[in-house]
């Protein structure tokens, strides 16, 4: 409330009061006809409402500072942490102030739950929202599309109620400190409360960052009270002697004992710094007689129970080094999962780092109480190094250091797969690069054997070893459209189509592919949506993986078949929005697709080998049997066509390999697509010759070229470079149509042709390139442009140059 709103409505308040109190005065007069009655009267009221006024004016000042207006730079101020994203909203979606973590993170214009993550996460922060306005908390965990993961805790705030608080921490494969503070604020929190175990957690700074109901009925004497950003130290009291109580009891309550466990973030690079490391502060009865049992396992067995229960991977080591105690996620973590403790920690790491750790034990066990880590390899996983956090304790038996370890396996998978992909993008590229520079080969060794065959006929004795090396030369091609396929760089014609009629045209070859022994099967789904695809490179894909299944059954021996043979089933699904999303996949996007689905019944994959089985080359096969081409050819034509492939296998239960294919819709008032189109006519047969300016980089090919031309009928004047061909048209050169490479050195073939257009702008252009035309027209831009794969043939040069002279005469 404005101090000028306030100061108004008291006046209106005095006047009231104050016309009141005459209109009563009047009436005892009326009533009475008393003078001295009257008297009384008035001097008792005004007493009365010279203290109401003394009141009204003390309690004013409190009236204004409760109602003040927040000042929120300094609530900003507060909550700036490098380590975590904090904002605050209204209840009406609007940001109310955010540190600069938020708005790295997520950028100035989001506000939440509107953050630029994934449509799943999206979802999960609506709920969280929703619990938040309900309940008063709400945890959710969120993903972007670069694989980014948050932990979001949002908690209903402000004197009405009305803001919401969201604190977005970053997590990795673990993250111990976010699980720890979902915990105390669950069910282990309730658990250590009966247990009479006060946990807390707590920042470097002493300031609290969650706390268990059993801690805060404790401390303030109300289990609901939010302990977030409480001051731990304020809440005990250090009375006579060194004896600590809760500073609510005032010396009237028991003495407690304090336990330390630092809880390392992984997640954070200075991790190892304890001004920067949280705490796990456990708050006990010294009446429970924690750590004052013998020796062994019984030292402590309060704290061993607590330590079992908790997502930290801890342990227990006596001053000899011999491990007394380690929960089930430091066994997990160490790769023992379901395994009893080792005698001594040093058995968990691999020869060389025992005497390191041994040695660290013995320190951390013998000096002052103090914490550090040590990069050790477990035997588990000896070619990765993990960091184990010690820590000396006292006051716990024969128990001296504490040891904690977190589970990595699912940070290593993590790692792995970043790793793989980008060793298959490197492959990729080195593969495109190579298939490029090997079909301008292929090109001059088909061109050239084209030349001869036209001088010999059959019956000549060098006719037959002409067309063997044109069919090798042939079969080399097929194996660069697989590596560009791979690489996603092949040229695609795209059809919209449906998945069944592609299924139907390529089940007979299948038949006689795979054999009689083998079943097939073929089932499909009703109502499935049409894909955008190239028909022959999808026939592709079902081909390779019916061969791989029929490979993988001959080599187990058969299963599941009628005759003992195996069963191979061929099938299309429907899948819809609502499925996707009941997936929880964070790789396929939510939307609607037609599914593929190549199921055997052979052995199996291992796990070890499923996934790298879209590697290129990568083969189980023996030598000679196999390119190890087949499975990646098939994953660059789905990733090229805008789709996804899966993998599940169970050794000796068969493999199923599933292709989803985005459903195609078409845009209102598009045009048809030339899948569903009326057939188009023939192209005009080319027969008026015409002068042809080619450039080309490479001597075979361009010799090849222009003898196929020239033989043709056309004029051929050839350049060796962009920057010969551009100077032919600079000093007035008339040419029909410019056969260009796409790559060249210093001046490309898409630069030559910008700047000829200068000269003649209607001049058509025809290039020829080993990758994509896809991807070459999204480079190029430019218009009345026409492209040519290679390798290709003399008679596939000749025609397309007349077809391309043809469609320019007749436009």
Same mark, same amino acid.
């Given at each position: 409330?404005?101090?000028?709103?306030?100061?108004?409505?008291?006046?209106?308040?005095?006047?009231?009061?104050?016309?009141?109190?005459?209109?009563?005065?009047?009436?005892?007069?009326?009533?009475?006809?008393?003078?001295?009655?009257?008297?009384? $009267?008035?001097?008792?009221?005004?007493?009365?409402?010279?203290?109401?006024?003394?009141?009204?004016?003390?309690?004013?000042?409190?009236?204004?500072?409760?109602?003040?207006?927040?000042?929120?730079?300094?609530?900003?101020?507060?909550?700036?942490?490098?380590?975590?994203?904090?904002?605050?909203?209204?209840?009406?979606?609007?940001?109310?102030?955010?540190?600069?973590?938020?708005?790295?993170?997520?950028?100035?214009?989001?506000?939440?739950?509107?953050?630029?993550?994934?449509?799943?996460?999206?979802?999960?922060?609506?709920?969280?929202?929703?619990?938040?306005?309900? &309940?008063?908390?709400?945890?959710?965990?969120?993903?972007?599309?670069?694989?980014?993961?948050?932990?979001?805790?949002?908690?209903?705030?402000?004197?009405?109620? @009305? $803001?919401?608080?969201?604190?977005?921490?970053?997590?990795?494969?673990? &993250?111990?400190?976010?699980?720890?503070?979902?915990?105390?604020?669950?069910?282990?929190?309730?658990?250590?409360?009966?247990?009479?175990?006060?946990?807390?957690?707590?920042?470097?700074?002493?300031?609290?960052?969650?706390?268990?109901?059993?801690?805060?009925?404790?401390?303030?004497?109300?289990?609901?009270?939010?302990?977030?950003?409480?001051?731990?130290?304020?809440?005990?009291?250090?009375?006579?002697?060194?004896? %600590?109580?809760?500073?609510?009891?005032?010396?009237?309550?028991?003495?407690?004992?304090?336990?330390?466990?630092?809880?390392?973030?992984?997640?954070?690079?200075?991790?190892? &710094?304890?001004?920067?490391?949280?705490?796990?502060?456990?708050?006990?009865?010294?009446?429970?007689?924690?750590? #004052?049992?013998?020796?062994?396992?019984?030292?402590?067995?309060?704290?061993?129970?607590?330590?079992?229960?908790?997502?930290?991977?801890?342990?227990?080591? @006596?001053?000899?080094?011999?491990?007394?105690?380690?929960?089930?996620?430091?066994?997990?973590?160490?790769?023992?999962?379901?395994?009893?403790?080792?005698?001594?920690?040093?058995?968990? *790491?691999? +020869?060389?780092?025992?005497?390191?750790?041994?040695?660290?034990?013995?320190?951390?066990?013998?000096?002052?109480?103090?914490?550090?880590?040590?990069? %050790?390899?477990?035997?588990?996983?000896?070619?990765?190094?993990?960091?184990?956090?010690?820590?000396?304790?006292?006051?716990?038996? &024969?128990?001296? *250091?504490?040891?904690?370890?977190?589970?990595?396996?699912?940070?290593?998978?993590? +790692?792995?797969?970043?790793? =793989?992909?980008?060793?298959?993008?490197? *492959?990729?590229?080195?593969?495109?690069?190579?298939?490029?520079?090997?079909?301008?080969?292929?090109?001059? %060794?088909?061109?050239?054997?084209?030349?001869?065959?036209? !001088?010999?006929?059959?019956? @000549?004795?060098?006719?037959?070893?002409?067309?063997?090396?044109?069919?090798?030369?042939?079969?080399?091609?097929?194996? /660069?459209?697989?590596?560009?396929?791979?690489?996603?760089?092949?040229?695609? !014609?795209?059809?919209?189509?449906?998945?069944?009629?592609?299924?139907?045209?390529?089940? =007979?070859?299948? !038949?006689?592919?795979?054999?009689?022994?083998?079943?097939?099967?073929? #089932?499909?789904?009703?109502?499935?949506?049409?894909?955008?695809?190239?028909?022959?490179?999808?026939?592709?894909?079902?081909?390779?993986?019916?061969?791989?299944?029929?490979?993988?059954?001959?080599?187990?021996?058969?299963?599941?078949?009628?005759?003992?043979?195996?069963?191979?089933?061929?099938?299309?699904? !429907?899948? #819809?929005?609502?499925?996707?999303?009941?997936?929880?996949?964070?790789?396929?996007?939510?939307?609607?697709?037609?599914?593929?689905?190549?199921?055997?019944?052979?052995?199996?994959?291992?796990?070890? %080998?499923?996934? +790298?089985?879209?590697?290129?080359?990568? /083969?189980?096969?023996?030598?000679?049997?196999?390119?190890?081409?087949?499975?990646?050819?098939?994953?660059?034509?789905?990733?090229?066509?805008?789709?996804?492939?899966?993998?599940?296998?169970?050794?000796?239960?068969?493999?199923? $390999?599933?292709?989803?294919?985005?459903?195609?819709?078409?845009?209102?008032?598009?045009?048809?697509?030339?899948?569903?189109?009326?057939?188009?006519?023939?192209?005009?047969?080319?027969?008026?010759?015409?002068?042809?300016?080619?450039?080309?980089?490479?001597?075979?090919?361009?010799?090849?070229?222009?003898?196929?031309?020239?033989?043709?009928?056309? =004029?051929?004047?050839?350049?060796?470079?962009?920057?010969?061909?551009?100077?032919?048209?600079?000093?007035?050169?008339?040419?029909?149509?410019?056969?260009?490479?796409?790559?060249?050195?210093?001046?490309?073939?898409?630069?030559?042709?910008?700047?000829?257009?200068?000269?003649?702008?209607?001049?058509?252009?025809?290039?020829?390139?080993?990758?994509?035309?896809?991807?070459?027209?999204?480079?190029?831009?430019?218009?009345?442009?026409?492209?040519?794969?290679?390798? $290709?043939?003399?008679? =596939?040069?000749?025609?397309?140059?007349?077809?391309?002279?043809?469609?320019?005469?007749?436009?």
């Amino acid at each position: 409330m404005r101090p000028g709103v306030q100061k108004a409505g008291s006046n209106a308040d005095l006047l009231v009061v104050a016309v009141a109190l005459l209109l009563s005065v009047l009436l005892v007069w009326l009533a009475s006809g008393d003078a001295v009655l009257m008297a009384v $009267f008035l001097a008792a009221v005004l007493a009365f409402s010279a203290v109401a006024w003394s009141l009204s004016r003390r309690r004013a000042p409190a009236a204004e500072a409760e109602f003040a207006l927040p000042d929120w730079s300094v609530t900003v101020a507060g909550i700036e942490r490098p380590d975590m994203a904090v904002a605050v909203t209204d209840r009406a979606g609007r940001m109310t102030c955010a540190n600069s973590a938020f708005e790295n993170w997520f950028g100035p214009a989001g506000a939440p739950p509107s953050l630029p993550v994934l449509p799943a996460s999206l979802e999960r922060l609506a709920d969280a929202t929703r619990r938040a306005w309900r &309940d008063g908390h709400g945890t959710v965990e969120i993903a972007n599309e670069d694989g980014v993961h948050w932990r979001a805790d949002v908690r209903r705030a402000g004197r009405g109620d @009305d $803001f919401l608080v969201w604190r977005i921490t970053p997590i990795g494969a673990s &993250d111990p400190v976010g699980e720890l503070v979902a915990q105390l604020d669950g069910k282990l929190g309730r658990g250590l409360s009966k247990a009479g175990i006060a946990a807390a957690l707590v920042d470097p700074d002493g300031t609290i960052r969650a706390a268990s109901a059993g801690f805060a009925l404790r401390a303030t004497g109300d289990p609901n009270t939010d302990m977030t950003g409480a001051d731990f130290v304020a809440l005990l009291s250090q009375e006579e002697g060194e004896r %600590i109580g809760w500073a609510r009891e005032g010396g009237r309550g028991g003495a407690l004992v304090l336990y330390h466990v630092p809880v390392a973030d992984p997640d954070r690079a200075d991790d190892t &710094d304890p001004n920067t490391t949280p705490s796990l502060m456990l708050v006990v009865e010294a009446s429970q007689g924690i750590g #004052t049992g013998g020796g062994g396992t019984g030292s402590a067995p309060h704290l061993e129970a607590l330590l079992s229960q908790l997502p930290l991977g801890l342990a227990m080591a @006596d001053r000899d080094g011999r491990l007394l105690f380690a929960n089930p996620a430091f066994m997990r973590a160490a790769g023992q999962e379901g395994q009893e403790p080792p005698t001594y920690p040093t058995d968990l *790491v691999v +020869k060389e780092d025992k005497r390191a750790l041994s040695e660290a034990i013995r320190r951390f066990a013998q000096g002052p109480a103090a914490a550090g880590d040590l990069a %050790i390899r477990l035997t588990s996983q000896p070619d990765d190094p993990v960091s184990l956090s010690l820590a000396g304790v006292r006051g716990l038996g &024969d128990a001296a *250091v504490l040891l904690g370890l977190t589970d990595t396996s699912e940070e290593m998978r993590l +790692k792995r797969q970043v790793a =793989q992909a980008t060793k298959m993008q490197a *492959v990729g590229q080195l593969a495109g690069g190579v298939a490029h520079d090997f079909n301008n080969v292929l090109t001059a %060794i088909l061109g050239t054997c084209d030349l001869m065959l036209m !001088r010999h006929t059959p019956g @000549d004795s060098d006719y037959d070893d002409i067309q063997q090396i044109r069919a090798n030369s042939n079969r080399a091609a097929s194996l /660069t459209r697989q590596l560009l396929a791979f690489s996603r760089q092949q040229t695609l !014609r795209p059809e919209v189509i449906q998945v069944p009629d592609v299924v139907a045209d390529v089940s =007979q070859m299948l !038949r006689r592919l795979i054999g009689e022994k083998i079943q097939l099967a073929v #089932t499909h789904d009703r109502d499935l949506g049409p894909v955008r695809a190239d028909p022959t490179q999808l026939e592709q894909v079902i081909v390779n993986l019916c061969v791989n299944a029929r490979d993988a059954m001959q080599s187990h021996g058969g299963r599941g078949g009628g005759d003992g043979a195996g069963k191979l089933t061929l099938a299309t699904r !429907r899948v #819809t929005t609502t499925d996707v999303r009941a997936m929880r996949s964070e790789i396929i996007p939510a939307g609607e697709y037609t599914a593929l689905i190549v199921e055997d019944t052979g052995g199996g994959i291992p796990p070890e %080998i499923l996934g +790298k089985i879209f590697e290129p080359f990568f /083969t189980t096969k023996e030598q000679g049997k196999g390119t190890g081409l087949g499975l990646s050819t098939v994953y660059g034509i789905v990733k090229q066509s805008g789709g996804f492939i899966f993998a599940e296998s169970e050794p000796g239960k068969g493999t199923r $390999f599933t292709v989803y294919l985005p459903v195609h819709h078409a845009a209102p008032g598009s045009a048809p697509d030339k899948a569903i189109a009326a057939p188009a006519p023939p192209p005009t047969q080319w027969a008026g010759g015409g002068s042809i300016l080619l450039v080309e980089d490479e001597d075979p090919v361009r010799i090849v070229a222009e003898r196929a031309l020239t033989r043709q009928g056309y =004029q051929v004047t050839c350049a060796r470079d962009g920057e010969e061909g551009l100077e032919l048209v600079e000093e007035g050169g008339k040419f029909d149509l410019v056969v260009s490479d796409v790559v060249m050195p210093t001046l490309d073939g898409p630069a030559m042709a910008r700047e000829i257009r200068r000269f003649a702008p209607d001049l058509p252009v025809l290039f020829m390139s080993g990758y994509a035309e896809e991807q070459l027209r999204k480079q190029i831009g430019i218009a009345n442009a026409w492209f040519m794969p290679k390798p $290709f043939s003399v008679q =596939q040069l000749s025609e397309k140059v007349g077809e391309v002279l043809a469609q320019t005469v007749k436009g």
